[in-house]
């Protein structure tokens, strides 16, 4: 296990210390409509069905894709902006700067930056999970964002109001953290529903963006996960999604939780997707140019209008479920052997073998990024809290009618409120 020294100017005192890494229509409205859509996809079925019988096992690699000097060090350097800022969370966590449950994402880079940094455009769409942080890093929300909705700032990503579980940037295409397993895959597969309607119904031929729900292996035993699984199929969407196997559904074992497929030894969850009529696809995702490659295929086929993929990344978490868990029910010896694979250290060994960066260039990277970091620190730190106007919005449909009294201010801020005696006539 390497230790990464992470720096934190933020909160009045300077502290250094090592730290251990390891808009979607709900239906048809009219018949024709219908009609018009699922003719497109059953023009795609045919193709569709060979690629479906060809996944019935691991998808090998026939060759790495080629990637640019440039690229391969943006990839690094977003790992361990996402580690860093991970670990600096836990610093922010423990200090008192952030509350409730944060889930960090540390040990899982590769799959984040393998899917995210590496294939999605900006007008693609990402639905994460409560271990949201990195996926918004990923893509493009700024580091002060995101590290301000973390301290429940005003200048964060949404205004303080959704804390660690529940980033959302509408600009970025980020659908939103969700805090119960499974939320967020069904609102993914709206947004590729969207997209697949705009195309094909209302001949916007240049949308070809994708969908992309990130979600874990204790989730794929819930009934959204199939239902959408379904849906995606059947109506041939350009929806992608990507199982982060960390072996662990928060303190159940991935072997006692899920079972095992007929005549396996253990539960693959890949091979859900040939039940679906979907590519079914296994990496290592600890291996980021091995996600990226599998994931460049998945995208480009849902761009063509093939499909969907699944696709089973075999991760694992550096720290206990959240900052709240003491992480004693994994071994050491199990935590051992994937703190070895360390897709960080793993990078920057190809970065330096194949002489696309040098030392000195990797630690120009490092410091950037924990300058980044400590910068983003500050700003969540000197930001403002939100205001007590913010209290009822999103709250209410009407709120000019229920939560704004008639002289144009919140009832809350009038005298008895609190006790229940003010005029709300």
Not at 31 to 45: D, E, H, L, M, Y
Not at 56 to 82: H, N, T, W
Not at 247 to 266: F, L, N, Q, V
Not at 316 to 339: I, M, N
Request: with cysteine.
């Amino acid at each position: 296990m390497r230790p990464i020294t992470v720096t934190s100017r933020s909160a009045s005192t300077s502290v250094r210390q090592q730290v251990s890494v390891l808009a979607v229509p709900s239906q048809f409205t009219i018949a024709t409509t219908a009609n018009r859509f699922c003719s497109r996809k059953r023009n795609v079925a045919v193709r569709a069905t060979t690629r479906v019988h060809a996944a019935a096992a691991p998808q090998k690699s026939q060759g790495q894709q080629k990637i640019s000097a440039e690229d391969a060090k943006e990839l690094y350097r977003d790992m361990v902006l996402g580690r860093e800022f991970e670990e600096m969370c836990a610093q922010m966590y423990y200090r008192g700067k952030m509350f409730g449950f944060v889930h960090l994402y540390s040990g899982q880079e590769a799959v984040s930056t393998g899917v995210i940094k590496a294939c999605l455009r900006k007008d693609d769409y990402v639905s994460s999970t409560y271990r949201d942080h990195v996926h918004a890093l990923s893509k493009g929300v700024s580091a002060r964002k995101v590290m301000a909705e973390l301290f429940g700032k005003k200048t964060g990503v949404c205004r303080g109001q959704g804390g660690s579980m529940h980033m959302f940037d509408k600009e970025h295409g980020l659908l939103g953290g969700y805090a119960f397993i499974g939320e967020g895959i069904p609102v993914g597969l709206g947004a590729a529903f969207s997209c697949a309607y705009r195309r094909r119904v209302l001949g916007e031929e240049d949308c070809d963006s994708v969908a992309v729900n990130f979600f874990g292996d204790g989730t794929c035993n819930v009934g959204q996960f199939y239902e959408s699984l379904n849906m995606a199929s059947l109506y041939k969407l350009p929806c992608i999604f990507v199982v982060e196997n960390n072996k662990w559904a928060i303190g159940m074992s991935h072997s006692r939780a899920t079972g095992s497929s007929y005549g396996d030894s253990e539960p693959h969850i890949y091979k859900k997707g040939n039940a679906f009529g979907m590519p079914g696809v296994h990496v290592d995702g600890m291996d980021v140019l091995k996600v990226r490659e599998v994931a460049m295929e998945a995208i480009a086929r849902a761009r063509r209008g093939e499909g969907p993929t699944l696709i089973e990344c075999e991760t694992y978490r550096f720290r206990g479920h959240s900052l709240a868990d003491p992480d004693e029910l994994r071994s050491k010896e199990e935590k051992e052997h994937y703190q070895k694979r360390d897709p960080i250290p793993r990078m920057k060994d190809y970065l330096l073998k194949n002489g696309i960066a040098t030392e000195e260039e990797i630690k120009e990277i490092e410091k950037e990024v924990l300058a980044q970091v400590d910068d983003a620190v500050e700003f969540a730190d000197e930001s403002p809290k939100p205001d007590m106007s913010q209290l009822l919005e999103n709250v209410f449909t009407d709120p000019k009618g229920f939560g704004i009294a008639p002289d144009g201010r919140y009832r809350y801020e009038h005298p008895g409120f609190t006790s229940g005696t003010a005029d709300i006539s």
